[in-house]
């Protein structure tokens, strides 16, 4: 069965830093797009980066370019979520997911139960 489990979230202030770590089961990270998306109260659901397997190419909204970055630890199977400079409008439920296409796109095809991130002022 393919399992994506997230954790790290939780509640810090605004110029803190969080990472968060989402660990595969049943396939593996490295062939497959892979990327983190966020949802706020009130709020579509928005990429915040994704790795596109097809090409190489790594996605970030604009408003966490220079403060997000995104690794992968093959031997762990697990994707991590670096966010620094954290602001109050980061606070979201933050996902990750997958996707064997090997593309980044909206409806990935697996998605990880989501982990709360608070971010106060």
């Known amino acids: 069965d393919v399992q994506l489990q997230a954790s790290g979230g939780g509640l810090v202030q605004a110029g803190k830093s969080l990472r968060l770590s989402c660990a595969a089961s049943?396939?593996?990270?490295?062939?497959?797009?892979r990327g983190w998306f966020r949802q706020a109260p009130g709020k579509e659901r928005e990429e915040v980066i994704c790795i596109n397997s097809s090409n190489g190419r790594t996605y970030y909204a604009d408003s966490v370019e220079g403060r997000f970055t995104v690794s992968l630890d093959k031997a762990k199977n697990t994707l991590y979520l670096q966010m620094n400079s954290l602001k109050p409008e980061d606070t979201a439920v933050y996902y990750c997911a997958a996707d064997f296409d090997g593309n980044c796109v909206s409806d990935m095809d697996y998605w990880g139960e989501g982990t709360q991130v608070t971010v106060s002022s």
């Open positions: 049943g396939f593996t990270f490295d062939d497959s797009a």
